[in-house]
């Protein structure tokens, strides 16, 4: 499984444009709340955690009780940690949380570059315990104390993958759903890698929904290179887990190599899928056992799912899709990335006029995000923001996007400045929301 450590322990946030310093933290005022945690000192006990660690959470405003929350974990490496300061700001996994009465947390370990991730990424090492304390903090601080005890749906990319999968493993009775993009816990030792400690599947965590995401090229399509050894480690932790019925499925991004690129237009609809069948109606309730009535299947690396019940080959070595609806999105998705949308976003609400400044607030879209907003002026356009939205990892998004799946630091603003206004003339203005998908707002 040498494979395996590769994957996990380097990491691309050199190749990222990640520079913000731990300290550069976008404002925590309601509904955002941050916890954060110093290192041991002087030296931290077997199992406690020795890096200092950050929490950032979102509460959809109004929500009067918590069903779950949503995990945002970013990867290994200076850089990527550092990407995790802004996750709780994405305004489409808002969507998403909203949508459930979840919370949407983002953590930042600050790891330095040179040390070894396994220190924070394998959950056993303290980082469990950590982020059940933040739970129960962040609760107290937000005045929802029922964080602590709500159902948890993790997402998490490279070192981050490996520590969610390791969450299923060591607390499956807490996670109601786990999608694992380019990083999964190890499930045999390491003889090479002695930090890396390999995990056991009990059979609870055969009944958590869970998905591998690795890019094509990290040893699907692109055999050789710093991230060959992904496919082999992800294909080994399905083929395992899903031997034994786990209700695990497969997604290859055909674009990308380690980065998340479009991975979020199949995350979200497929954690929507989950956290609707698997969140009890009032907080504090049982979580539902995962539906598999209706689960659709698909042989390994393929394209074409169909109905479990048609399926004519082994399913215990088939892909695990949880319904049509997101099979259907996920034969799109293992295509080209573009999984269709035909709903508009959400309008732009309290516009607001100061002198030439336009501000407005607006909700992402919770199948495409927000790619940009259009400024119409006495019915005609005349600006953009942002003016040339650019991604360098997939679709043009409105917030950016970093290497880990998180907002551009600093922060995007929802401002226009109207520099060709007349002066003492009235005027209307009008904002219009446009999805990663082209749709505009009403």
């Known amino acids: 499984m040498r494979h395996l450590a590769f994957a996990l322990l380097i990491t691309a946030s050199s190749l990222s444009a990640q520079n913000a310093p731990y300290d550069v933290f976008p404002p925590a005022d309601a509904p955002y709340y941050r916890v954060r945690y110093e290192a041991p000192m002087p030296k931290a006990a077997p199992g406690e955690l020795i890096f200092p660690v950050n929490y950032t959470i979102w509460i959809p405003p109004g929500v009067k009780s918590l069903r779950g929350v949503i995990v945002h974990q970013h990867g290994c490496g200076e ?3 550092k990407s995790g300061l802004t996750g709780a700001y994405d305004l489409h996994w808002q969507a998403l949380a909203k949508k459930h009465d979840c919370a949407l947390l983002s953590p930042s370990y600050e790891q330095p570059e040179k040390a070894d991730c396994q220190m924070w990424c394998d959950p056993r090492n303290g980082s469990g315990a950590a982020f059940q304390k933040c739970l129960a903090d962040l609760g107290a601080k937000s005045g929802h104390p029922e964080l602590s005890n709500v159902p948890w749906a993790l997402w998490g990319h490279s070192g981050g993958g490996h520590w969610a999968g390791g969450m299923v493993l060591t607390h499956p009775e807490r996670v109601a759903c786990a999608w694992l993009r380019s990083g999964v816990p190890l499930l045999t030792p390491d003889e090479k890698r002695t930090t890396i400690k390999a995990h056991t599947v009990p059979d609870a965590a055969l009944k958590v929904p869970v998905m591998c995401n690795p890019g094509t090229k990290e040893g699907v399509t692109v055999k050789e290179g710093r991230f060959a050894g992904v496919w082999p480690s992800n294909e080994a932790f399905f083929t395992a887990v899903r031997g034994k019925g786990g ?64 399926y004519d080959g082994d399913a215990k070595k088939a892909v695990w899709l949880p319904d049509e609806a997101t099979a259907k999105k996920w034969m ?111």
């Not at 907080?283 to 479990?308: F, H, R």
């Not at 929802?414 to 206004?421: C, L, N, P």
Request: charged fraction near 20%; hydrophobic fraction near 35%; charge should be negative.
């Open 332 to 442: 799109q998705f293992v295509k080209d990335t573009h999984v269709p949308d035909t709903t508009p976003p959400p309008g732009p609400t309290n516009v607001r006029v100061n002198g030439a400044e336009l501000t407005w607030d607006a909700e992402g879209d919770l199948e495409s995000g927000l790619g940009h907003f259009i400024i119409e002026r006495d019915g005609k356009e005349i600006g953009t923001v942002p003016q040339d939205a650019k991604n360098p990892f997939g679709r043009p998004i409105f917030q950016g996007q970093q290497y880990s799946d998180t907002p551009s630091n600093p922060l995007v603003k929802m401002t226009f400045i109207d520099k060709t206004a007349e002066a003492g003339k009235k005027h209307a203005y009008r904002v219009i929301a446009v999805n990663t998908a082209g749709l505009k707002s009403e």
């Open 79 to 81: 850089g990527s940690c």
């Open 247 to 310: 209700l695990i499925g497969v997604a290859v991004d055909p674009l990308t190599a380690h980065e998340c690129g479009n991975s979020r237009y199949m995350a979200i609809p497929w954690l929507d899928a989950c956290l609707a069948a698997r969140l009890p109606q009032k907080s504090g309730e049982p979580m539902n056992a995962m539906p598999t009535k209706g689960a659709w299947l698909a042989p390994l690396l393929g394209t074409d799912a169909v109905a479990a019940a048609n």
